[in-house]
């Protein structure tokens, strides 16, 4: 039983004087003038009629391969630091490439990202950079994964820029 969103053009929508308002069916999303939505191919969607002025669509679609996602993992990264200090998480791609994943995990916060075995993420201090912990994925396929970040976490405690350095 999906629920249908259906754009309100200029200004109306979700209740907000554009008539129709949220329920348990439909969803009207509030957008201003010149502003989209961007959703993938599984949600089922629609426009009410244009009764004055324009309607201009930007359409993109992007035609990528359908990836197994029984593989998945659900990861739980949990800022446990005993410093009260936010990390910022990364995703380490197969290169070495740092990928941002989140940015500020406050002390006592949780994230859910979901990944896949062996990946491997990356945390580091918000203020001053440095290596808090890297962590591998374990979880099997279709498992859970909990890591907790503290600050006794297995990272080296080095700012990229030092590790640049050792490597030349």
């Given at each position: ?155 080296d405690g080095k700012k990229a820029e030092e590790e640049e350095e050792e490597?030349?």
């Amino acid at each position: 039983n999906k629920k249908k969103m259906v754009g309100r053009g200029g200004g109306g929508g979700g209740g907000r004087g554009g008539g129709g308002g949220n329920n348990t069916r439909y969803f009207y999303p509030f957008l201003r003038p010149g502003h989209g939505l961007v959703h993938d191919k599984t949600l089922w969607h629609g426009i009410t009629k244009v009764t004055r002025g324009v309607k201009y669509s930007l359409l993109f679609f992007f035609d990528e391969p359908e990836r197994d996602m029984s593989s998945q993992v659900s990861v739980y990264f949990n800022n446990v630091r005993v410093s009260n200090r936010s990390v910022d998480i990364f995703w380490q791609a197969e290169n070495g490439v740092l990928k941002a994943v989140h940015s500020g995990l406050g002390p006592g916060e949780k994230l859910l990202q979901i990944s896949f075995p062996n990946h491997v993420f990356v945390a580091r201090d918000s203020a001053s950079g440095d290596v808090v912990g890297t962590y591998s994925v374990n979880a099997e396929a279709g498992g859970n994964e909990l890591i907790s970040i503290t600050d006794d976490s297995k990272g080296d405690g080095k700012k990229a820029e030092e590790e640049e350095e050792e490597e030349e």
